[in-house]
């Protein structure tokens, strides 16, 4: 590996770890709202918005971990059938897999750009606090776009690093 491609693998790392932290947060933060809405209910008391924060805060935390799971490689895969495959045709079907990876979260970013700027033009507010909805949606379109940007950092570094070798061919020879 050169320079050039253990300096954005170690970008990408920081990128992921940041993503990591991002989830986690948004993740507490539906726990936070979920149990304090329980506790709420029981006591005879609303606490305003929690569903739509916690629906909103969750997709923060899907879009923002999909960065730790592109990078790690632990999107859905079917194992048996490619580990029987010979190497050469493994690493191309692990190239052709982040090209599609890359391709569909570049059409999601796209599709979620045309869905906040249609929020933010029609002031879509939550019901009781009348919160803004497109600030936490651009915080989920972030992590998608930042899940797009590493999945096509990963595809250049796995470009250069591991080219797709040929099988050997061998002649075959007649009345040897």
Known sequence: MGPDALILTRIIAAIETAATIIAAASLALVAL???GAVCLRAAGLNLPDALDLSSLFMAVAVFW???SAVRQGALIQVDFVVGS???WLRTGLNLFALV???IAFVL???AGLNQIVLTLHSGEVTPELRLPLWPLLALALSGVMV???VTLAL???RCRSEPVARPQQTELTHGE
């Open 85 to 87: 495959l010979p190497s």
């Open 33 to 35: 709202l979920t149990a």
């Open 155 to 157: 595809l250049a570094t």
């Open 65 to 67: 971990g999909m960065v």
């Open 147 to 149: 899940t797009s940007m």
């Open 100 to 102: 599609a990876t890359a």
């Open 108 to 110: 999601i970013a796209r």
